[in-house]
């Protein structure tokens, strides 16, 4: 049983090689950004409401059109399933039993085929990186769409990958570069090596029909070339042509983005600086908040992530407007530790959380948290 999400870090970093613990926890550069996120969050503090006789708050919510029991979403984590024997299918059932919707990385380990058969494919989003090859892309898509998913998430601050010193001085750069060592290290755990080199060599299986998910030692250099660093909002139009499912992008933190995305006809957008691993020094998705909210003007769902590792997190993005948080490391670690109970254990701890944090607040229902809003709220920065 895993107490608390700093509770599955630690069990995380004690069960993981290193080096994977490291491509996990860690950010871009200086890693002020990841910093910036959990300080951003610890500066808005509360004002309880004592006497308001609010015992179960209701946290139901609809995100993207889909119920969830409370707004808290998980975020695409890239190989995430190399960190347990189960691979995503772990994850996205943990989350599925929870009532809340999973976003799927593109660099999955399983194809979207297989993790879809396992849930409700209502309860999945799919992101994607867009690829040079635009027949790839569309291919994708067209697969995302037969395996049932109607969410789509288009991540757009990942032009270039910087520098992650700790990968560096792990001599971690990617997947298909893995050395003797780090894969022995794999190997302390029954199961891991199965998994990565002959699961039918199926290494990011979403891959492999374009020959780049074969094995981990041939294709990354690949998939780095593929990934097109020049996409533009023509290519987002485009995106908003082929796909005729909830469009949703990811890695917006500019008002005036937000306003072009709105404008684009995006259902939503995710207030994100990719967990502190992209634009070193970038604001936090939760700072940028506020300025989102009034520039969407109601036309789109804004999802926001970086750094959330409470329940009271959640509690203080929803009374600035937001409608649910993604967590990307929390159920990673999760996983990590204690596989699809483990996920389930963090879901659960941040669900406790936000319920005990709206009775101490006096809100018994989500619109009471948005209607109170920023009286909930100070900002001690
Ligand atoms: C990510 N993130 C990410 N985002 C994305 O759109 N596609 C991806 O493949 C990945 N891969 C990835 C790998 C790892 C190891 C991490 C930690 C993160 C970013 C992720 O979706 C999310 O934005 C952040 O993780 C949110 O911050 P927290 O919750 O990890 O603090």
Redesign the pocket.
């Known amino acids: 049983m895993l107490i608390s999400v700093e509770d599955a870090r630690l069990a995380a970093r004690r069960t993981l090689p290193r080096w994977l613990f490291d ?2 926890d860690g950010g871009a550069y200086s890693e002020a950004s990841l910093k910036n ?1 959990f300080a951003s969050l610890s500066a808005v503090r509360f004002i309880p409401a004592i006497l308001c006789g609010v015992s179960a708050p209701d946290t139901a919510v609809k995100i993207l059109e889909t119920h969830q029991t409370f707004p808290l979403v998980l ?6 399933g190399l960190l347990s024997v189960e691979g995503e299918v772990a994850v996205v059932r943990a989350a599925a039993a929870a009532g809340i919707q999973t976003c799927l ?3 999955s380990i399983q194809s979207i085929e297989d993790i879809a058969r396992a849930v409700d494919p209502a309860l999945l989003m799919f ?1 994607l ?1 867009i690829f040079r090859d635009r027949a790839i892309t569309r291919d994708t898509l067209q697969r995302v769409w037969n395996a049932g998913v109607r969410t789509l ?1 288009v ?1 757009v601050d990942t032009p270039v990958t910087p520098m992650r010193e700790r990968d560096a001085r792990n001599g971690f750069r990617s997947i298909s570069k893995l050395s003797f060592r780090h894969f022995t290290q794999m190997m302390i755990r029954p199961g891991w090596t199965w998994n990565m080199a002959h699961k039918g060599g199926r290494l990011m299986a979403n891959l492999e029909p374009y020959g780049m998910g074969k094995t981990f030692f041939a294709q990354s250099a690949t998939i780095s070339r593929e990934l097109d660093p020049t996409i533009n909002w023509l290519d987002l139009k485009w995106i908003r042509e082929v796909w005729k499912g909830r469009l949703v992008i ?2 917006v933190l500019h008002p005036e983005d937000t306003r072009r995305s709105a404008e684009l006809g995006a259902e939503g957008i ?1 207030l ?1 600086n ?4 992209q634009l070193d020094g970038a604001v936090s998705g939760f700072e940028m908040l506020s300025e989102n909210v009034q520039a969407a003007n109601g036309r789109l769902d804004i999802l926001v ?4 590792r409470y329940g009271s997190d959640i509690a203080k993005a929803m009374a600035l407007g937001a409608s649910g948080v ?5 159920w ?1 670690f999760g996983l990590a530790a204690e596989g699809q109970k483990g996920v389930a254990d963090v879901i659960d701890y941040f669900h406790q959380g936000l319920r005990s944090t709206m009775t101490l607040l006096g809100a018994r229902d989500i619109a009471a948290l948005r209607e109170g809003g920023k009286d909930f709220l100070r900002d001690v920065s």
């Open positions: 491509y996990v996120n975020a695409p984590v890239g190989m995430g990385s593109h660099f992101q990186y998430v991540t990811k890695g995710v994100s990719h967990g502190g691993r992530d970086g750094g959330f993604m967590i990307g490391r929390p990673a």
